[in-house]
C-alpha cells in the first residue's frame, strides 16, 4: 500500500471528517444488524438489502443524504468484504469504528482516478463533495482503481492506494530461510540473525507513561485533556510510522535475499482472539484466572512487533516462495539432532538440547526447524487472489 500525505485546507479538513462520520455511521449500522442476528430469524440481510436500507435512510436523514451516496454505498461493501473474510478466518471479527480511532472512507470507481500532478512535489484529488485536494509527492503514484482516504489519531490525513507491490523475482540459488516469530525479538531468522521491529525508544515509553498518567486526572472534556490525548496520538502515530517502515524494508529484504522463505502457519487472528473464561470446578459459577491478562500482554507483543504484517507483505512480494509450515513442536525440537523434550527449552530465550547439548538462542532453533520444513507437513501456499477493490486494511486497526 503506498500512502501519500493529504493537506487539506480548514474548510476541507471539516467535509473529510464529515465523510468519516457517514462512513462510520453505515459500517456501524450495519455491524449492529449483522451482530443482532439470531438462528430463528432467517438470513441476515447482505449487501443488496442494506444498500436498499441505506436508500431509505438517505430519504430521512437530511445530513446522510447531505454527504456522497459512493462513499455509503462503499463502507456498506467493505462491511460485507469484512465479514466475508471472518468467515474466511482470514480476519478478525468486524469491530465497531470509533470517532477519532477510524477515521476514514474510500472511494472506488471512476472518481477514484481524478487525480493530477500540478508540479513536481505537488498533486491534486478530487474528492467527491470536498474538491480538490493538495497531496504531496513523495513517491510515483500507482494506477490503482481505489483509495482510501484516512485521518491518524494525530489529525495528519492520508491517502492510501491499495496497491499490491510488484513481486520481486527469485534469485534461482534455491536458498531457504525459515523466520520464526520470536518472543523477544520480532523476528528470528534461521541464519541465526535476530529481528528488532522499533517501537518507541525508552524515553518516548517514559513520555507515553506520563502522558496517561496526566490524561486520567484530566478534566472530561477540557483543553488540557484534548492536548494530552493529541500528545499521546502522536507518539502512537510515531511507532506505527516505524513499524510499516521496518515491515517494508525487511520484507524487500527477505524477499531479495532468499528463494523459498518458510515461516510457522499461525493465524494471527486465532492468536490474538479472547481466552475462553474458564469455568472454575471448586466455585460453581465463579470463573478462575484465564490468563487474560498475560495473553493481553503477548497480544500488544505481536501487534508492536507488527508480525502479521510482515507475513502479509512476504506472500505480495515474494509471492508464490512463501510456504507455511506447521509449527507444532519447531520450539521443543533440536536442530542439531532432532531431539524433541519440552526440557530443552530452558526458558523464553535459550534452548538447550537434553541430548546432545547443543545450546543456540531458542528463537533461531525454532527457525532452523521450520527452514528445513521438519514439523510435520508442508504446503505451498498458492498466492491469495487478491481484489483490486479490497479494503487496504488498517495495519491491524491501528
Ligand atoms: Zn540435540
Redesign the pocket.
Known sequence: MSRFRLYPTPMQRVALLEQCKHARYVWNLALEQWSMWTRDKGSTPGYVEQARQLTDARAVFGWLRAGSQTVQQQALRDFAQAVKNFHERTHARPTWRKAGLHEGFRVVGPQASRLEQTSRKWARVMVPKVGWVRLRVSRAIPDAKSYRVTRDRSGRWHLAFAAIPPPIPALGTGEVVGIDRGVIVAAALSTGELLACPGLTESEQDRLEQLQRRLTRCRRGSKRRRRTQAAIAKLHARASDRRKDWVEKTSTGLARRFDVIRVEDLRITQMTKRPKPRPDPQRLGNYGPNRRRAKAGLNRGILTNGWGALVRRLEHKAAGRVEKVNPAYTSQT??????RAPE?RKNQAVFQ??????QVNADVNAAINIAAGRAVSVRRETPRRVSPKREPQLATSA
Open positions: 533440536c536442530s542439531n539432532c532432532g531431539h530443552s538440547c537434553v541430548a546432545c547439548r547443543h
